[in-house]
């Protein structure tokens, strides 16, 4: 009887070892990465002193030199990447969630790297890039730059660099050109920008069209994505636990707005398997892909019908990478 009771023992240990050395260590992994198609350009601007930069998608930079603190023979070369199709920001796994877990709606996202001799560089101190996307991208629009939330995630924050450019008169027919906020103008100031009229302040101020009302400017672009959003108030939030599964060691997981221009991305492990105040605004579905061994597993769960601080218990089913887009389209 002891020697079965041994024996009984020893093979349930067999079995949960077996069972553990099946599960690798997650790893996050952007399952949708190969199906990306846009492509970075580039640009060599070489000793140029100035060029306006035109992107195969439309968005325009106005380029000069002393933009950054270089010597005078350092050639500048500028990488530009544009995406203002959805799916291109899905596959890159870019959210729309801001650093205050506040959910956006984007109009495309943009890389613009400027280098010399191999070093990202930084606009200057007092200097900024003046940059048009396609018409109409900025419309209820804010411009976002992106912040590290972890490894694999970014978030976003809001820049309030919406600018109309503003000529200071100083006598004698000497003028000095600044910038300003748009939003910080008053409505009759608005309302006569967009009809292109100029306004005599007391001051002396003129404020001028040039097309601004459908450009941003921007003073810091090193290591920064740039976004193009608007705020969405949610319907409600939600905060759920996902129940454990000894299968799986952690998930890709994200939240899918059918109705928006919108996604959340998170890695959960085992030993993290709560989401918190999720918005939820429209039709929404939270997607969980596993990796086991070298097969792909999924859930799809319609997160409408959740209720607040729940547990979700997943029903992991094998698929592909090819499937696994069709989930998202």
Not at 78 to 93: A, C, M, P, Q
Not at 278 to 296: A, D, Q
Request: charged fraction near 30%; aromatic fraction near 10%.
């Amino acid at each position: 009887m002891k020697l079965q009771y041994l024996l009984l023992i020893s093979l349930t240990i067999l079995f949960f070892n077996c069972k553990t050395d099946k599960l690798e260590p997650f790893v996050p992994e952007n399952h949708l990465a190969s199906f990306q198609t846009e492509k970075p350009q580039f640009f060599d601007l070489d000793t140029l002193d100035y060029k306006t930069i035109i992107g195969k998608h439309g968005t325009k930079i106005i380029y000069y030199r002393e933009l950054f603190d270089t010597i005078y023979k350092d050639p500048i070369q500028l990488e530009l990447i544009e995406l203002y199709d959805f799916k291109e920001i899905l596959y890159r796994n870019i959210p729309t969630i801001t650093t205050k877990d506040e959910l956006l709606e984007t109009s495309g996202v943009l890389k613009i790297k400027f280098t010399s001799n191999g070093k990202e560089l930084e606009i200057r101190e007092g200097q900024k890039l003046l940059i048009y996307p396609p018409t109409g991208k900025l419309k209820n629009n804010d411009i976002f730059l992106s912040e590290k939330d972890s490894i694999t995630n970014i978030k976003w924050n809001i820049t309030e660099q919406n600018y109309v450019s503003k000529s200071i008169l100083l006598g004698g027919g000497i003028s000095k050109r600044i910038y300003i906020p748009f939003d910080s103008l008053s409505e009759n100031e608005k309302s006569r920008i967009k009809s292109n009229q100029i306004i005599n302040a007391d001051e002396l101020i003129h404020l001028e069209l040039r097309n601004e009302l459908n450009s941003f400017i921007l003073e810091s672009i090193k290591e920064k994505w740039i976004n193009i959003d608007k705020f969405i108030q949610p319907e409600k939030r939600i905060s759920f636990n996902i129940e454990e599964n000894i299968d799986f060691s952690g998930y890709n997981t994200y939240v899918q707005y059918e109705d928006l221009n919108s996604f959340l991305s998170y890695t959960m492990t085992e030993d993290m398997l709560t989401l918190k105040n999720i918005p939820i605004k429209g039709r929404v579905n939270l997607i969980v892909v596993g990796r086991n061994l070298e097969e792909i597993f999924f859930d799809k769960i319609n997160l409408n019908t959740i209720s607040d601080n729940s547990e979700i218990k997943l029903n992991m089913k094998k698929t592909s990478k090819q499937d696994l887009k069709k989930l998202f389209e």
